[in-house]
């Protein structure tokens, strides 16, 4: 049994994702590890600039005039997929997404490329490219250009600058005590993107998974408009746990998740038993379970699944708890999976407990 | 029939696909798999207790051996309960999480009575009786316990048919956290009468004793 087939075979086109460890947002550095490189950063200080870094914010906000701020995010990850097209729109997707999540609306997007020419094929650049593109003008930006390397590794994303006004911006910080959690997409697509890689999604599950991966986070706030939304993230590389610990800790305040009010990708619970738990989920695990209580007992999948590195994930949003209804119909309607996961509550900011109900 | 594979170099998921390959043939009676990350032990931890298999791992120099045997099927069922409890299995050394409840008041009902009298059935009977007039006292003054936890035979206070169930339920509708100890339900032939959410573990109880602001047990 060779290790490797594919490099047997030089004549044949390797598949995308081939040669890729980590994938998509699996491919992040693990937050313990980010603190420490980030700690010997120059401090910033500009009453303009109204994220802080040390928030973890999905992106960075600098206000132009008292009506509007600019947004400006990267996102650039390895193939998740080996149909380049589609691994362009799930890039696109998930660059996006942080414009989303700040409350703004996108403008444009700059990509970011590299590609070794003699592993593959240009046609297959060329795909990932206008999959990418593609996603942008659906969102009503565009690319506007872009910069490509040669490398080792294919590693495809974009540099996407949006627009908010300032009084309207969403962050981490803002939840208030009560608050019902409502998440936008269901979990699981880095267990489902490891099963994918192992040939073991059929058909309807790629369907779903792929739905999901190209979901755009554009929909959320515009069918909620005219709710008090306190606080909102994406939840990406960090996992579902990660991130509602950024948002607990930003807005000084404790949280509880049931588990039932979960929605999970097909099959991802079950192959998450038989081992098919991405690296990035262990290192979240490491990152962020001493802030966590399990209430009850729980089957290991399924908290394996609270940390599985998400790509291109759903929103989280802290609502009133008295319009979660009226937002989980408004969700509902437009044909967004959303739930009620859950809500802040006081208690040690930053803590999470994790109860079946 | 025992098969030995050498999966080092590999990159998730390709290690498990392959011993999952092996153990799928049930002329294979043990695995011995050479692993080199720990994120490979774990799934392939995952993959043997998802077979109902008993698994064990040693490190070997700067690699891990992960053996898994087919055999040992009782030993399999004890991993069963560990898989329930996550920091355990994961092997997360990270201690309780940190000051997790708050503080507050925790009530920590450990036997089935409020003190105790002699052995005999009839004081027994009076002390369980003072327990429940107990946590009466407790509902009607409008005491609010942040959680009350119940461990050993104090768990039977949660039975439906005990005197003691309708006060701990006025107190669970009050917002006292009502928590019983799973092990204990077990123990006493109780869990399958308990909602889930009331079921907690060790881990759990010992995060509320030692974030309290103060520990009552009557």
């Known amino acids: 049994m060779t290790t490797k087939p594919e490099k047997d075979k030089p004549e044949e086109t390797p598949r995308l994702t081939s040669n890729v460890k980590a994938a998509g947002c699996a491919a992040k550095i693990s937050a313990h590890e980010l603190k420490q490189i980030l700690a010997g950063l120059p401090k910033i200080y500009d009453a ?3 994220t802080s870094i040390t928030n973890f914010e999905d992106a960075a906000v600098y206000k132009l005039h008292d009506d509007q701020a600019v947004i400006q995010t990267v996102d650039f990850f390895p193939p998740v997929v080996d149909d380049p097209y589609l ?8 660059a996006l997404s942080d414009i989303y999540a700040m409350g703004g609306t996108p403008l444009l997007a700059l990509a970011i490329f590299c590609f070794p020419t003699c592993d593959y094929p240009l046609s297959m650049a060329a795909e990932i490219l206008r999959g990418g593109a593609d996603q942008i003008v659906k969102a009503g930006a565009m690319v506007a250009g872009g910069h490509s390397i040669q490398g080792s590794e294919v590693l495809y994303g974009l540099a996407v600058t ?7 911006m969403l962050t981490n910080g803002g939840a208030k005590s009560g608050d019902a959690i409502v998440l936008t997409k269901a979990l699981g697509t880095g267990v489902s993107l490891l099963a994918l890689k192992a040939d073991l999604l059929d058909h309807e599950e790629q369907a779903r998974l792929f739905s999901s991966l190209t979901t755009l ?22 996992g579902l746990i990660g991130h509602i610990h950024e948002m607990t800790k930003a807005s000084k305040l404790a949280a509880s998740i049931s588990i039932n009010k979960l929605r999970f990708l097909p099959s991802c619970l079950e192959l998450a038993k038989e081992g098919l738990v991405p690296a990035g989920s262990y290192a979240n695990r490491k990152s962020f379970e001493s802030n966590v209580s399990y209430i009850n007992d729980l089957p290991l999948e399924v908290t394996d699944l609270i940390y599985d590195p998400q790509t291109s994930g759903g929103l989280l949003l802290a609502v009133r708890a008295d319009q979660v209804d009226e937002v989980l119909k408004r969700l509902g309607d437009d044909k967004i999976e959303a739930s009620h996961i859950g809500q802040f509550l006081e208690g040690i900011p930053g803590h999470i407990d994790v109860t079946i109900h | 029939m025992k098969k030995e594979l050498d999966l080092r170099g590999l990159t998730c998921p390709e290690p498990v696909l392959r011993t999952k390959k092996i153990i799928d043939d049930q002329a294979v009676s043990s695995v011995e798999a050479l692993v080199d990350s720990e994120v490979n032990v774990q799934n392939l931890e995952r993959l043997a207790r998802s077979q109902k298999l008993f698994v064990k791992k040693e490190s070997v120099g700067n690699h891990f051996k992960v053996s898994i045997d087919r055999q040992e099927a009782q030993v399999a069922d004890q991993n069963e309960t560990h898989a329930k409890m996550p920091h355990q299995a994961t092997g997360v050394a990270g201690g309780f999480a940190e000051a997790t409840r708050g503080g507050g008041t925790i009530v920590f009902i450990s036997k089935d009575t409020f003190g105790h009298g002699s052995d005999s059935e009839k004081d027994h009977d009076f002390s369980h009786n003072l327990l429940n007039v107990f946590l009466q006292t407790i509902q009607q003054s409008g005491l609010k316990p942040r959680a009350i936890l119940m461990a050993n035979s104090g768990v039977k206070l949660i039975d439906p048919n005990a005197s003691t169930y309708k006060v701990l339920c006025d107190l669970k509708d009050g917002g006292t956290t009502v928590l019983a100890c799973g092990l204990c ?11 889930l959410e ?8 010992c995060e509320y004793l030692f974030a309290a602001d103060q520990v009552l047990s009557p």
């Open chain 1, 87 to 94: 691994f362009g729109q799930v890039a696109a997707t998930n």
């Open chain 2, 198 to 205: 009331q079921v907690t573990n060790m881990f759990a109880i």
């Open chain 2, 185 to 195: 339900l077990d123990y006493y032939g109780l869990k399958d009468k308990v909602p």
């Open chain 1, 48 to 50: 303009n600039l109204l």
């Open chain 1, 162 to 168: 949006g627009l908010v006004h300032p009084g309207k």
């Open chain 1, 217 to 238: 986070n554009n929909r959320p706030l515009s069918v909620l408009n005219g709710i008090d939304i306190h606080a909102c993230t994406d939840v990406t590389g960090f």
